[in-house]
C-alpha cells in the first residue's frame, strides 16, 4: 500500500473509513471491486537520500489493479534496464548486465529495493491493511476543505507484521496524508509523508511523496510522479517473467 | 651358553649399575616421568574434549541416532517428512530419551532486522530429556506444551534482531504446498546457550503449531538418545526396520565433521605421545650409551672370563627396562594426580568464542579411560625396550682383548 498503491489508494481509503462505521465488510468488497481490473502507466522519478550522498534515478512503472506491476529503470545510465516484476505476493527482478531474472525469496522482501527505503513488501503488500489489522478511528478533523482521517491499525497478534501499529493520516478524497510505521515501543521507524497533492491523469493523488527512516536522519526517498494515465490498455503478457527480461513494456 | 649367570645376579649387576652413576640416572629418571605424565595429562584433556564433543553433538538436536525422511538431508522442507502416530514410543532397548521434531529452515523478521534460521516445532518436555534446552538459562517463559503458541529464541538472536520476551516477531517458511507461509508470534522467552551460533541457529515453538503453519502434521525428524554411545549402530539399524521408508542414521553419520573431529582425537593422541617419547629416546639411548661405553673394558673382562654375548645383551636391556619402568610408573601416578587436581575442569571462557566451532564448552574437564593408562604404560615400556636395542648390541660387539688392552 506504499507509492503503487498509492494509484488504487481510494480503496483502502474506503475500507478504513468502513471498519469504524460498521459497514467493513461490504465496503471492503467494493473497495477491492473499484482496483479490479484498474490499470495505469506513470512516469517516476526517484531520490535516494543519505546524509554523504544523492542518487536521482528516473523509472516507468505499469500497474493493473493492486496485483501486477513492472516497473523498469531508466535512468541513471548504469541503472537503465533494472526492473521488478511483482505478481500478487511474488516478486523478480531483472538486471541486464547480469541477464538474469531472480525470484526473490521471500527471505528478502522486506530487505531495501533498489538501494532506497522502500522495501520490497512496501511494493507487493496489497490487502493486509484489510485482513491483517483492527483499525480504529482516532481522530477527525478539517483541513484545506477536506475532512481528515486519523486512523490507527494495530496488527492482530497472529498477523505477519512486524509493527507495533501504524498511523495512516486520509483525506475524505481518499489521498494518503502520511502513513507512520510504529515498532513495539511504539517508537515511530518510518514514515510515508505526501508532499505534493495534485491532479494528474483525472485523479486526485499525492504526486509527491517521501519514505523517512525516522530512527536514521538523513535517510530519506523521494518519488514524484512526472507522469500519469490511468486505464490504459495494456498487453495481456505484460506482467510476465518473459517481458521482464526481453525489455519490452514501452 | 644357555645362561650360565642366574636372572637374580643379572638384576644386581643391572641395579649397582644404575647406582653408580645415582645423579645422571636420577635426571633421567626425572626426564621419564615428566614426560609420561605430560603424555597422560594431555591424554586426558584430549578425551575431554572428545566427550564434551559427543555431548555437544548428541544434544544439539542431533541425538544418538536419528530418523529422517529421504532426501531431507539435502533438501531440508516439510515435503520430506514423515507420519508418526500420535502415541509412538520408541521400540529398541537403552533408550535414554526421544524426541519427534518439525525442523525447517526459515526466516525470523523483527521491525529492525531479518534473519535466517532453523525453525523448529518441539514438545518442551521431550526436549528436556535429550537436547541441550535442558541446560540452557532462559529468561521469560519456556514453552510449555507442542500446542503453545510462542516462540523461543537465542539471546544472541533477540538481541540482533532487538526483540525482547513478549514482543511479536513474524516467522516466514515455506509450507507443505511450496507456498510461502508466514504468521506472528509472541516471544515467550529467550535462552542462553553454551555457543551463541546455537542461540543464533535455532528457533523454537510448539510443534503443532509449526505443523499447523506449514501445513502438515507430519514430522520431519525422529530423535533417540541411548545410554552407551556404542548402541548407536544397533539402534539404528533397528529403527532401520522399523521405519522402512524413512532413512535411520547415527550422529557421526549425520556430522561427518563432528566424527572426522572425534577421530583426529585418537590420532593426535598417538601423535603427541610419539613426540614426547622420541624426545626421550634420544636421552635414553645416549645415556645408555655412555654407559656402556665407560665400562668397555669391565664388559671385556666379562666376556673374557666367559660371560655369553647374549648375557650381555640381556644385562644392558635390564638395565634400560628398570629405569624405564620405574620412571613410567612414577610418572603414571603424577600424571594420576594431575588429573585430579583438575577434575573441576579448566576454565576456557576467555577463549570460547573462538573454540566453540570445535565443539567445546566453556569447561574442559580431563577424563581419565583405564583403557588409555594401560596403553601409555605397555607403549612406554615398547618404546624404552626399544631404545635399549642400540647400546645392548654396541655392548655385544665389545672384543674382550681390545677392551682389556685400554
Known amino acids: 500500500m506504499q507509492f503503487l498503491g498509492v494509484l488504487a489508494l481510494a480503496c483502502s481509503a474506503a475500507v478504513s473509513l468502513a471498519q469504524d462505521t460498521g459497514e467493513a465488510y461490504d465496503l471492503v468488497a467494493g473497495a477491492i471491486d473499484l482496483t479490479r481490473g484498474a490499470t495505469s502507466f506513470s512516469e517516476i522519478s526517484m531520490q535516494i537520500h543519505r546524509p554523504d550522498w544523492e542518487r536521482n534515478s528516473s523509472l516507468v512503472a505499469w500497474t493493473r489493479g493492486r496485483e501486477d506491476a513492472l516497473i523498469r529503470f531508466t535512468k541513471p545510465a548504469k541503472d537503465a534496464g533494472n526492473a521488478t516484476l511483482k505478481d500478487a505476493d511474488k516478486m523478480w527482478t531483472f538486471t541486464p548486465r547480469l541477464n538474469r531474472v531472480i525470484r526473490l525469496p521471500y527471505s528478502l522482501m522486506s530487505q531495501s529495493w533498489a538501494g532506497s527505503d522502500f522495501s520490497y513488501n512496501d511494493l507487493s503488500r496489497t490487502d ?123 | 651358553m644357555r645362561t650360565s649367570v642366574p636372572v637374580k645376579v643379572l638384576a644386581q649387576l643391572s641395579c649397582r649399575n644404575l647406582w653408580r652413576h645415582r645423579r645422571r640416572n636420577a635426571m633421567l629418571l626425572g626426564a621419564i616421568v615428566i614426560a609420561v605424565a605430560f603424555v597422560l595429562l594431555a591424554n586426558s584433556l584430549l578425551r575431554g574434549w572428545q566427550a564434551q564433543m559427543l555431548d555437544t553433538v548428541v544434544a544439539n538436536l542431533t541425538g544418538h541416532v536419528k530418523v529422517l525422511a529421504p532426501g531431507y538431508r539435502d533438501d531440508p522442507s516439510i515435503q520430506r517428512s514423515f507420519l508418526l502416530p500420535a502415541d509412538y514410543q520408541p521400540e529398541l532397548p537403552g533408550v535414554d530419551g526421544w524426541a519427534s521434531r518439525v525442523r525447517v529452515p526459515g526466516v525470523i523478521l523483527s521491525e529492525r532486522d531479518t534473519r535466517g534460521v532453523q525453525l523448529v516445532g518441539v514438545d518442551p518436555a521431550q526436549e528436556l530429556e535429550i537436547s541441550f534446552l535442558a541446560d540452557v538459562a532462559v529468561e521469560g517463559d519456556f514453552l510449555e506444551s507442542p500446542t503453545d503458541r510462542r516462540v523461543l529464541i537465542g539471546a544472541a538472536l533477540a538481541d540482533q534482531l532487538e526483540t525482547a520476551v513478549g514482543r511479536r516477531i513474524v516467522l516466514m517458511t515455506q509450507g507443505s504446498d511450496g507456498r510461502n507461509r508466514e504468521a506472528g508470534y509472541r516471544v515467550a522467552g529467550t535462552y542462553r546457550a553454551s555457543s551463541s551460533s546455537l542461540e543464533k541457529v535455532f528457533v523454537f515453538t510448539g510443534r503443532e503449531v509449526l505443523q499447523d503453519l506449514l501445513g502438515s502434521p507430519a514430522v520431519t525428524e525422529l530423535s533417540i538418545k541411548l545410554v552407551e554411545n556404542g548402541q548407536r549402530s544397533v539402534a539404528r539399524d533397528i529403527l532401520q526396520r522399523q521405519f522402512a521408508a524413512q532413512e535411520a542414521s547415527t550422529w557421526d553419520e549425520l556430522e561427518p565433521m563432528a566424527a572426522s573431529m572425534f577421530r583426529f582425537v585418537d590420532t593426535a593422541m598417538l601423535i603427541w605421545f610419539s613426540i614426547m617419547m622420541a624426545a626421550l629416546a634420544f636421552g635414553l639411548v645416549n645415556t645408555l650409551v655412555t654407559a656402556v661405553m665407560e665400562r668397555t673394558r669391565e664388559l671385556g673382562m666379562l666376556r673374557a672370563i666367559g660371560m655369553q654375548p647374549g648375557v650381555v645383551l640381556i644385562q644392558v636391556v635390564m638395565e634400560c627396562l628398570m629405569i624405564v619402568s620405574l620412571g613410567v610408573l612414577l610418572g603414571i601416578g603424577c600424571g594420576v594426580l594431575a588429573v585430579r587436581s583438575l577434575s573441576e575442569g579448566i576454565d576456557l571462557s576467555q577463549w570460547t568464542a573462538g573454540i566453540e566451532s570445535y565443539y567445546m564448552g566453556s569447561l574442559l574437564i580431563p577424563v581419565l579411560l583405564p583403557y588409555d593408562i594401560l596403553r601409555v604404560l605397555g607403549l612406554s615400556l615398547l618404546f624404552g625396550l626399544l631404545a635399549s636395542v642400540f647400546p645392548a648390541w654396541r655392548a655385544v660387539r665389545v672384543e674382550p682383548l681390545d677392551a682389556m688392552r685400554r
Not at chain 1, 489521498?175 to 483525472?202: C, M, N, W, Y
Open chain 1, 128 to 250: 493486509t491493511l484489510l485482513h491483517d489489522y483492527h483499525l480504529t478511528l482516532l481522530e477527525t478533523e478539517q483541513a484545506d476543505g477536506h475532512t481528515v482521517y486519523t486512523i490507527e491499525a494495530v496488527p492482530h497478534d497472529d498477523a505477519p507484521v512486524v509493527w507495533g501499529r501504524e498511523v495512516l493520516v486520509l483525506r475524505d478524497d481518499y489521498v494518503l496524508l502520511s502513513h507512520t510505521f510504529h515498532d513495539q515501543d511504539d517508537l515511530p521507524l518510518k514514515r510515508l509523508e505526501a508532499l505534493e497533492i495534485g491532479e494528474k491523469g483525472g485523479r486526485v493523488f499525492a504526486t509527491r511523496m517521501r519514505m523517512v527512516k525516522l530512527d536514521e536522519p538523513g535517510h530519506w526517498t523521494e518519488v514524484s510522479y512526472d507522469e500519469v494515465q490511468f486505464d490504459v490498455e495494456l498487453e495481456d503478457g505484460l506482467f510476465t517473467v518473459y517481458t521482464l527480461r526481453s525489455g519490452g513494456g514501452g
